[in-house]
């Protein structure tokens, strides 16, 4: 019960944030974004305060661990793979025009409209 408590006042926190932004029209921009920036910071801190909030920090935390263990490829690699890429969707562009162009002719021989 008590995380559900967290999780609405931190949802009131950026909900406050943003009502002041966009209340206090006549306050300087900066004010205003302040207003926003306080927002999300209270509510990201009431959130880690909860259980579903600490769950997702070690969440990202793993995350992160495992991105840096990834097998990244080389600037190589990466340009090769992208021109495989390019030439298979030149190729396939011309021979899915190529059917269409076909089929088309066929549908205007057996209907008799050759002239349009």
Excluded at 11 to 25: K, S
Excluded at 49 to 69: D, H, I, M, Y
Aim: proline share 2%; net charge positive; aromatic share 12%.
């Amino acid at each position: 019960m008590a995380d559900k408590i967290k999780i609405i006042v931190a949802i009131a926190c950026v909900v406050l944030g943003l009502w002041g932004y966009y209340h206090y029209v006549s306050m300087a921009t900066g004010w205003r974004a302040l207003m926003i920036l306080g927002g999300l910071v209270v509510g990201a801190a009431v959130m880690w305060l909860s259980t579903p909030g600490k769950n997702f920090v070690v969440f990202a935390r793993e995350a992160w661990q495992e991105g840096a263990r990834v097998a990244w490829p080389t600037r190589q690699e990466t340009i090769r793979m992208t021109l495989i890429v390019f030439v298979f969707v030149v190729v396939m562009s011309l021979f899915l025009f190529s059917v269409d162009w076909i089929i088309a002719a066929l549908i205007k021989l057996m209907l008799g409209s050759r002239g349009s």
